[in-house]
């Protein structure tokens, strides 16, 4: 059982050996959430949420009525499914699809990720494309990695402005939706 107290928030989470991170929250979603805010009517994507820690995060915050959970792992979703029982979250959303293949919610106001930055970038690319889309205009997508450049080149080709910041040798990147068309088609 790992034991979490974050900014303040406290709760129990169950992982898995299988999954990333088995042992403790990793230091980089860690790093992402010293920095996000959330506001009273957000409504936040947890994409790629593992065993739940970022969602189960921002639904203590805020309700579990508007913090969506998704990952393509069977076994990610039955453990996230698990941690928000334990922590007294009968309906959290939380589901299984392959990105946003089978997942139709739109109107996020945030969407967090910690990407799989060590395989090829072609999942990151996918999660801000499609993100993007899911996100109204004003909302902000949050990822957190160990490789700065081709991420920040990737957020300002889709978002126009992208902020990053090194929290314990990880970059925290961010970006604000302004439009409803990608920044490179303007």
């Given at each position: 059982m790992i034991r979490a107290d974050i900014n303040g928030v406290c709760f129990e989470l169950e992982s898995h050996p299988d999954l990333f991170s088995p042992r403790r929250i990793d230091a980089g979603t860690l790093a992402m959430l010293?920095?996000?805010?959330?506001?009273?009517?957000?409504?936040?994507?947890?994409?790629?949420?593992?065993?739940?820690?970022?969602?189960?995060?921002?639904?203590?915050?805020?309700?579990?009525?508007?913090?969506?959970?998704?990952?393509?792992?069977?076994?990610?979703?039955?453990?996230?499914?698990?941690?928000a029982i334990v922590n007294n979250f009968s309906d959290l959303s939380i589901t299984q699809s392959d990105g946003f293949r089978d997942f139709h919610e739109t109107g996020f106001t945030k969407i967090l990720c910690n990407p799989p930055y060590h395989a090829d970038f072609s999942v990151a690319k996918r999660f801000i494309l499609k993100g993007f889309n899911r996100l109204e205009i004003g909302g902000e997508m949050w990822f957190v990695t160990k490789r700065d450049k081709w991420y920040r080149n990737k957020f300002r080709s889709v978002f126009g402005t992208v902020q990053s910041q090194l929290i314990d040798g990880y970059f925290v990147i961010s970006a604000h939706k302004t439009s409803a068309s990608y920044a490179r088609t303007r």
């Open positions: 010293s920095c996000v805010e959330f506001a009273e009517n957000d409504r936040v994507l947890d994409l790629g949420c593992g065993y739940g820690v970022v969602g189960i995060y921002a639904a203590k915050i805020l309700s579990e009525s508007c913090v969506f959970l998704l990952d393509s792992d069977p076994v990610a979703v039955e453990t996230a499914t698990k941690n």
